[in-house]
């Protein structure tokens, strides 16, 4: 695919000098991101094209009118949408949210996952599991397969 402008072709000059090596990447960063994403066949057969009636920056084709916005003056409220007959009657507006009430105080009872305990005692540990070695987990996985 060949370059659609001068400017074109001299950054995918550049990408493809870095590529080579002739040039540091640190030169033009542009020409760095370029040549660290594209193939280099893509980047040469894009440097290699003629200069020859190039224009110098490509120019955008003809640009579609935009749309104009629809003008409302200001602090006109929005218009409500139509009911539509297939959802039914309209819902009620949300209940507001009940009062929050103030935490519980740490021990009090009002909490059940509190636990109330002398000063300087310590939790019961959890059972203890038995600690299990790479063989016998192994002898255990072959003595399963046998017995199916």
Same mark, same amino acid.
């Given at each position: 695919m060949p370059a659609k402008s001068k400017a074109?072709?001299?950054?995918m000059g550049m990408a493809h000098a870095i590529q080579t090596g002739e040039m540091s990447a640190s030169k033009s960063p542009a020409a760095a991101k370029i040549a660290r994403t594209m193939k280099p066949g893509d980047v040469e057969e894009f440097a290699s094209t003629k200069l020859k009636g190039l224009p110098e920056k490509k120019t955008s084709g003809p640009k579609r009118p935009k749309r104009p916005k629809p003008v409302k003056p200001p602090g006109t409220p929005m218009a409500e949408p139509a009911p539509n007959p297939n959802l039914g009657p309209p819902l009620p507006p949300p209940a507001p949210p009940p009062p929050e009430a103030p935490p519980p105080e740490p021990g009090?009872?009002?909490?059940? @996952?509190?636990?109330k305990m002398p000063a300087g005692a310590r939790p019961p540990k959890p059972p203890a599991t038995p600690k299990r070695? @790479?063989?016998g987990i192994l002898s255990d996985l072959k003595r399963s397969r046998r017995a199916r």
């Amino acid at each position: 695919m060949p370059a659609k402008s001068k400017a074109q072709q001299r950054i995918m000059g550049m990408a493809h000098a870095i590529q080579t090596g002739e040039m540091s990447a640190s030169k033009s960063p542009a020409a760095a991101k370029i040549a660290r994403t594209m193939k280099p066949g893509d980047v040469e057969e894009f440097a290699s094209t003629k200069l020859k009636g190039l224009p110098e920056k490509k120019t955008s084709g003809p640009k579609r009118p935009k749309r104009p916005k629809p003008v409302k003056p200001p602090g006109t409220p929005m218009a409500e949408p139509a009911p539509n007959p297939n959802l039914g009657p309209p819902l009620p507006p949300p209940a507001p949210p009940p009062p929050e009430a103030p935490p519980p105080e740490p021990g009090s009872g009002a909490n059940p @996952m509190t636990l109330k305990m002398p000063a300087g005692a310590r939790p019961p540990k959890p059972p203890a599991t038995p600690k299990r070695t @790479m063989g016998g987990i192994l002898s255990d996985l072959k003595r399963s397969r046998r017995a199916r």
